[in-house]
Every structure is written in structure tokens, then in C-alpha cells.
């Protein structure tokens, strides 16, 4: 009995000697479930410690198909830990990790069939034949980097030329300017020492002054004007900033005078009064005026005028009386014109002499003079600031965005036919016909750290029934054209544009999932 035991410790001393030295030799012991790389964490030699650091437990337990781990590290290998993951070594292809709750549930998830070595289920060893396809498919992505990075490097040649003209551009524009403001300063003197002169040549002719209303009644409808345009400033200042911005009137359709679907920065500047924005005062002494008759004309107090011709034309057939009937309806309609423009059809016409209408020819010359330098200096302020927004404007790490610059591009789907332009705005609009959708103005570049390039983020689009404002994220990648290739909407009013250009196409940037597998 005693020589049993001897020769079977022996044995073992044997066995573990052997596998000791097995051990030794590779000096890699591969703990299954875990990559090449972490097998020195995984070391026989002593107690395991878990890779969370919240527990030391015996080697023995590693791998036993029982956690002991908080974070799953002690079981790499079986379905053990519901949040533990185990390595697909994928020889031939991409290693990849998976769920330890995957492991021996008779689904091939490891190409290698190394997740499914315990359930019966025969997984083929696929990794050669998927890396060839993944080669075959980097293989096209690098030729497709190289050949929009040849257009890609046009394009930046052109935005940098497009830059510098735009330079040189504005240098002129703003000698233009200066040149402008001194003709606008000439043409006001001119006008108002015109119209001094013609209003002393018609002091001759004014006629003595009605009575003045009572100031009672003015006053009050000067406190119900600035009330009501109070009231409308709050309603519009959505941030309660104190003043009105041109975002601010572009999530409002009621400022979009052509009824294109879009509210333009430039429609908001005309009801600002040609102001970026303005403050309560400015905007009852200067805007209200302006805004009130479109807010009227919304509410339907004005009807259009094809709603008038239609009613004539319906009371046109009942009009069969006699030529006195029809002269009692006339001077009956001639009644119900209002008192002022009684006062402009009875007021008989003045008869100058020749020396006053020749001053009031004169004033009226410089008033269109005035008027006209004004004009042309509003239109060299437009064109500075246009220019001065791409100059200001990133259009990339090397201009290569810059000549994309209100180029539009158009998807069709089964319903919509959608429109994006660069660095302007996104639309929809439907194939059943109808205006524009505003989805959003061109806000700034929104990619991740390192991409920052790969999205575009379009906002303040038409604001939705019950919703917020309209807005599109546009993804970019590498393509050989700048073409829009889809279009959805993942969330309501969120628009997501998928768009191709070899803007994108940079070999420097690793844009390829290469692998050194593969």
C-alpha cells in the first residue's frame, strides 16, 4: 500500500514537472478566452488578482465556469459572468470580442469556432476565406481614397484661389465703401439744402392750419401702438434677452415674404430694418411699422384680390336694372369711400409758379439721388459681410470645402424631393407639390475629435406643429462626387443626410479600418 502511494506521487511529480517545463519553454501559458497580450495577467504562478483589483482568488479559479470576479475577468472562457467578454482570436481575419453569454450557445460567432468549443456545434473555420473578402474590400477602399484624394487635391487648390479672390475682393469693396459713404454724405447735403429751399418757396402756398385733434385721443392711440408692439417684442424675444435677433425672426414663417418655405436672413434684416438686431425701443419706433401689415395680412383682416374679383364677377349677372339704378349704386359706393380719400379726390391740384416748381424739381432730383447712394451703399455693406462670413467661415483643414460653397444638391424618395445646399440650407420639399420646408441653416461642423469635418450640423429650420425647430445632421465620406445619396428622419423634425465628396477622401487620416491581420 505504502509503495502505491510512492509511485503515484511520483507520477504526479512526473506529470507536473513536464507540464512545468512546457510552460517554462513557451514562456506563454494561453488561458482560453483572453488575447496574447494579457496572458502575463494571467500568470499559474500565483493567485489570480481580478482586473478590477476588487479581489485575489486562487488560480484554480480561473476558468471554472464560476464567477468570483465583480468585472467577469476570472472567467474569459465560459458563459459564467453575464458581463464578461471572451476573445475571437480570428487567425486569417479581424479578432474580435463578444459576450461571455455567447460562449457554447450553438451560434458560430468566432470565425475560428473558438467560442463554441464545448457545445456540439460544428463551426466551421471560415477566417481565411472572410479575410480575402475584408482584403478585397480595403483593397477598394484605398483605391477609392487615392482616386477622390486627385480631386481632393484640386479642390483644395481651388478654395485657396477661391479665398484669395475673395480677399482681394473685399479689399475693394470696403475702398468702394469708404468712397460710397462720402458720395451718400455729398447727396444728403445736396437733398437737404434742396429741400430747405423748396420748403421756403412753398411756405407761400401752405394753407392756414385745421384745429389740431385732441391730444387725449392721440394719446391714447399712441399708448395702444406701443403697447401692442411691446407685446408682440416679448412674444418674438424667445430667449428674453432684451433685444430681437435675425435667428430669432427665421423660426417664424410669418417672415418669409416670397413664401418660399425659408425666412432668409435677408427678409429678417428687412423687417429689422437692415439691423442685425435690435432692442424694445428701436423695435417700436423703427420695425413695428413694418412688421404690422404682414402679422394683418396673416391673420386674414386683408383679402386677396382674386377673392374680390371672383365676388364682382358673381354679382355681375344680377345687374340687369336700368342706367339710373345703376347710377343710384354708384353714388352709393361712392359714399362708402373712406373720409381721407374724399379729401384727396376733392383736394384741387396747386398750380406753382415756375420758379417753385423748379425747386421742387430740384428737391425731388435729390431726394432720388440720396436715395440712390443709399442704396448702393447698402448693397456694398451685403456683399462686405457675405464675404466676410467665408473668409471667417472653416472649410476644412486645407480649404478644400470652399468651393462646395452654395452648391445644391437633391435627393428623390418615394414621397419627398429633398435639397442641400452647402453652407446655405436643407430643404423638403413634396412631389405632390407645394413650397419648401425649411430642415435648417447651416450652424457650424460637428464630427468627433479627429473627424471634426465628417457632419454638418443644419438648425432653426421651420419650426414644427407642437415641435421643436427643424434641424439635419449631414454625414460625409469618401466618395469620387459630391452627391447626396439618402435621406431619413430618425426622430421627428431630426433629419439625418448621408453625403459623398472627395473633400473627404485624405489618405493621411487613416479614413480605411485597416488591420494588420488582413
Known amino acids: 500500500m505504502n509503495n502505491c502511494r510512492i509511485y503515484l506521487v511520483l507520477f504526479l511529480s512526473v506529470n507536473l514537472s513536464i507540464l512545468l517545463s512546457h510552460v517554462a519553454g513557451s514562456k506563454v501559458l494561453q488561458i482560453r478566452g483572453i488575447p496574447i497580450a494579457k496572458s502575463s495577467l494571467y500568470s499559474p504562478d500565483h493567485d489570480f488578482q481580478c482586473l478590477d483589483g476588487s479581489l485575489l482568488i486562487p488560480f ?39 459576450p461571455s453569454t455567447w460562449i457554447n450557445d450553438g451560434v458560430c460567432d468566432c470565425c475560428d469556432a473558438s467560442d463554441e468549443y464545448n457545445s456540439g456545434k460544428e463551426c466551421p473555420n471560415n477566417c481565411n476565406e472572410l479575410g480575402k473578402e475584408a482584403r478585397l ?50 447727396k444728403e447735403l445736396l437733398k437737404t439744402q434742396a429741400e430747405e429751399r423748396e420748403s421756403a418757396a412753398l411756405e407761400k402756398y401752405k394753407p392756414s392750419e385745421p384745429e389740431q385733434p385732441a391730444i387725449e385721443e392721440g394719446d391714447e392711440e399712441d399708448e395702444l401702438h406701443e403697447s401692442e408692439a411691446e407685446d408682440y417684442f416679448k412674444l418674438l424675444d424667445s430667449d428674453s434677452s432684451g433685444t430681437i435677433t435675425i435667428i430669432e425672426l427665421q423660426t417664424r414663417v410669418t417672415f418669409d415674404k416670397d413664401r418660399d418655405g425659408a425666412v432668409t436672413e435677408e427678409e429678417a434684416m428687412f423687417f429689422l430694418n437692415n439691423k442685425k438686431e435690435i432692442n424694445l425701443q428701436e423695435f417700436v419706433d ?78 425731388t432730383v435729390a431726394r432720388e439721388n440720396f436715395q440712390g447712394a443709399e442704396r448702393s451703399l447698402n448693397e456694398l455693406q451685403t456683399e462686405m459681410r457675405k464675404l466676410e462670413e467665408k473668409l471667417d467661415r472653416e472649410y ?9 460653397d452654395g452648391e445644391c444638391f437633391e435627393y428623390t424618395d418615394l414621397e419627398y424631393t429633398y435639397t442641400l445646399c452647402m453652407f446655405g440650407k436643407t430643404t423638403q420639399r413634396s412631389k405632390s407639390g407645394g413650397n419648401d420646408i425649411n430642415l435648417g441653416h447651416w450652424n ?11 457632419k454638418m450640423k443644419y438648425d432653426r429650420g421651420l419650426t414644427c406643429w407642437n415641435g421643436p425647430a427643424r434641424s439635419t445632421i449631414v454625414h460625409l465620406s469618401c466618395g469620387k462626387e459630391n452627391k447626396l445619396i439618402s435621406v431619413t428622419e430618425p426622430n421627428r423634425c431630426e433629419y439625418a443626410m448621408e453625403f459623398s465628396t472627395p473633400a473627404l477622401c485624405n489618405p493621411s487620416t487613416g479614413s480605411t479600418d485597416a488591420h494588420d491581420e488582413l
Open 60 to 98: 484554480s479559479h480561473v476558468n471554472d465556469n464560476y464567477c468570483d470576479c465583480a468585472d467577469g475577468s476570472d472567467e474569459p472562457g465560459t458563459p459564467a459572468c453575464t458581463n464578461g467578454s471572451f476573445y475571437c482570436e480570428n487567425s486569417g481575419y479581424k479578432p474580435r470580442y463578444i
Open 137 to 186: 474590400e480595403q483593397q477598394k477602399a484605398e483605391e477609392l481614397i487615392r482616386e477622390g484624394n486627385m480631386i481632393r487635391v484640386e479642390m483644395i487648390a481651388k478654395g485657396k484661389q477661391l479665398k484669395a479672390v475673395y480677399q482681394a475682393r473685399l479689399v475693394k469693396l470696403r475702398a468702394d465703401y469708404e468712397e460710397a459713404e462720402l458720395v451718400r454724405k455729398e
Open 286 to 363: 423703427e420695425a413695428w411699422a413694418i412688421i404690422k401689415p404682414f402679422l394683418l395680412l396673416e391673420e386674414g383682416v386683408f383679402k386677396p384680390a382674386d377673392n374680390k374679383e371672383e365676388e364682382e364677377e358673381i354679382q355681375e349677372p344680377a345687374e340687369e336694372g336700368s342706367e339710373q339704378e345703376k347710377e343710384e349704386d354708384e353714388g352709393i359706393e361712392g359714399e362708402e369711400v373712406s373720409g381721407d380719400e374724399q379729401e384727396k379726390t376733392e383736394e384741387p391740384q396747386v398750380q406753382y409758379d415756375e420758379e417753385t416748381q423748379a425747386l421742387i424739381d430740384e428737391a
Open 396 to 404: 476644412g483643414l486645407e480649404q478644400e470645402f470652399a468651393p462646395l
Open 444 to 454: 457650424d461642423w460637428s464630427g468627433p475629435e479627429g473627424q471634426k469635418y465628417s
